[in-house]
């Protein structure tokens, strides 16, 4: 790949200072553009193909993205591949050695990396800052790598038998991550991977790179040496290149329903391990007898925090029995949060990730107004002063909806809570436990055996009390279940140490009758 052109690595405070520079505002012809990262240089890919990325709030583009060319991509597994050989020789103690060393970048420069995601995604500067806050708890958590990876050993399994079983890295591994968490999701895969003695191809959304280019910048001047992690760009050229690539050993997917299913069946089909996390449609169940200053609270902050594009948005309330009557109150806490561009201070929520984002969340509320759900609160046509082609929708409450409707069925994605009433916790648990989803659930109750009930009985892998989003932290893994998930080991934690490595069983036979005589011998040496 003599062809590609490379740059060498500034030192990383002065990327970050002209990546946020290359943050103002271009005609898309005169927009700097995103690099490749392949073989621990940056690379001005030689596509012909660009997409232009824009800030969500003013819908200016900032920078443009390469579909990557099959030869770029090839080049990238390349370097992956001859990198592998040595990197999972390294010892343990030097992979954990880097992880150190990541964190401590991360930390230092968690600030840029929040301002670029505001740039490219639109989340508000504190939602940016806690996107990677979560990310770098999972590179922490990859610090424990030398108790996390240790194999078993049983002695005397017969006589003068041992079995012993080691986890080695898998080889090239390959992470395709969405648009919604630009450093969380990253930091799930590549860290995990590496840290196991794993190589890794990254493809990062096309809508908002630039913090996992940030990333492996960092992880690479941490120490991490040329090729073990590198990445791609584009759309379905680039996801069908991983799914193909015969060397690449596993993926790992988080998106949407269609595309994850896709990957799922595509990666299989060509024997790859692959882990897909996919949509969801998250139940609060509110009880009458909960805290109802805290539970309006947190049912705000979850159902409308970061415009509702997270996987574990609490999107559906469930208000059991009297808890029905909070939902004037919750209506008038949803009205005092404060829609605006990311970077401004005191925002709330920020705009949608594209103008298509926005109408199809438009479109989904309408579709609700249509099936007979009760429109409470309408931020369809919020207007934002200085921000007016901006991708803002406000907070919207779609109340007595139908399990029936679109607007259930449906992941909206976007700052709408839908929400209905029932009798009974058994109704509750009727409901969440018919739909197809299963990522997370919360309920809110200040009775231990009705908490108790509801998370023995509820059919979903992630559940809180009185937790709106019950994400774990990464000592556990991210359990999301059902049409919520493909695969068959789940991401971070021991199940990730799991999926980015394999088993080897060494079985030895070593004879005490064979145990060789120690005493020198000091006679005079015959021949006989």
Not at 94 to 117: D, G, H, P, Y
Not at 223 to 232: A, H, K, R, S, T
Not at 434 to 458: C, D, E, H, L, M
Not at 492 to 509: E, N
């Amino acid at each position: 790949m003599a062809s590609l052109v490379r740059t060498t690595l500034l030192p990383l405070r002065t990327r970050a200072v002209l990546r946020m520079t290359g943050a103002r505002h271009y005609a898309s012809s005169s927009a700097p553009t995103t690099k490749l990262f392949i073989d621990g240089r940056t690379v001005e890919s030689q596509a012909t193909e660009w997409i232009d990325v824009h800030n969500p709030a003013t819908n200016e583009v900032v920078t443009r993205v390469p579909k990557s060319t099959q030869a770029e991509m090839q080049a990238a597994v390349d370097a992956a591949k001859a990198a592998f050989s040595s990197w999972s020789e390294t010892t343990i103690l030097t992979r954990q050695q880097v992880m150190f060393k990541f964190q401590q970048l991360i930390k230092e420069n968690m600030s840029e990396l929040a301002k670029n995601i505001t740039t490219e995604q639109g989340k508000t500067l504190v939602d940016a800052e806690g996107d990677v806050l979560r990310g770098l708890q999972v590179v922490e958590h990859c610090c424990s790598i030398t108790s996390l990876q240790l194999g078993e050993t049983m002695a005397g399994i017969a006589k003068d038998m041992d079995t012993s079983t080691f986890r080695l890295p898998l080889g090239v591994t390959a992470g395709i991550t969405p648009f919604n968490f630009p450093a969380m999701i990253p930091l799930w895969m590549f860290p995990m991977a590496a840290v196991c003695g794993n190589t890794c191809i990254m493809k990062p959304s096309e809508r908002d790179p630039g913090a996992t280019m940030m990333l492996v910048e960092m992880a690479t001047e941490a120490g991490l040496p040329d090729g073990v992690v590198n990445v791609i760009h584009g759309q379905h050229d680039a996801v069908n290149f991983i799914c193909d690539n015969p060397d690449i050993k596993a993926i790992s997917f988080v998106g949407s329903d269609q595309a994850g299913q896709y990957i799922y069946e595509r990666g299989s089909k060509n024997g790859k391990r692959v882990q897909s996390n996919m949509g969801a449609k998250n139940h609060g169940v509110i009880m009458p007898d909960a805290n109802k200053e805290n539970t309006l609270n947190q049912l705000c902050g979850a159902a409308f925090g970061a415009a509702g594009q997270r996987c574990m948005a609490l999107s559906t309330a469930v208000f059991v029995g009297e808890a029905r009557e909070w939902i004037p109150e919750l209506i008038e806490r949803a009205k005092q949060l404060k829609v605006n561009a990311g970077d401004q201070p005191g925002a709330d929520l920020g705009p949608l990730i594209s103008p298509e984002a926005k109408q199809r969340v438009c479109d989904l509320v309408q579709s609700g107004v249509d099936q007979g759900a009760e429109l409470l609160l309408d931020g369809r046509d919020i207007k934002v002063p200085g921000y007016e082609n901006g991708n803002f929708v406000g907070p919207t409450v779609l109340h007595k909806v139908d399990p029936n409707m679109k607007c259930y069925e449906e992941e909206i994605f976007g700052p709408v809570l839908v929400s209905m009433e029932v009798d009974t916790l058994d109704d509750a648990l009727e409901v969440i436990n018919s739909n197809p989803y299963g990522n997370g659930t919360a309920i809110f109750t200040t009775n231990g055996a009705t908490a108790r009930k509801f998370t023995q009985a509820v059919d979903v892998g992630q559940v809180g009390v009185n937790v709106p989003i019950p994400v774990p932290l990464p000592m556990f893994s991210f359990t999301g279940s059902r049409g919520s998930f493909r695969g068959d080991t789940n991401f971070y934690g021991k199940a990730g140490i799991q999926f980015y490595t394999q088993i080897k069983t060494v079985t030895s036979l070593w004879k005490e009758s064979d145990v060789s005589h120690t005493r020198a011998a000091v006679a005079m040496p015959v021949q006989k």
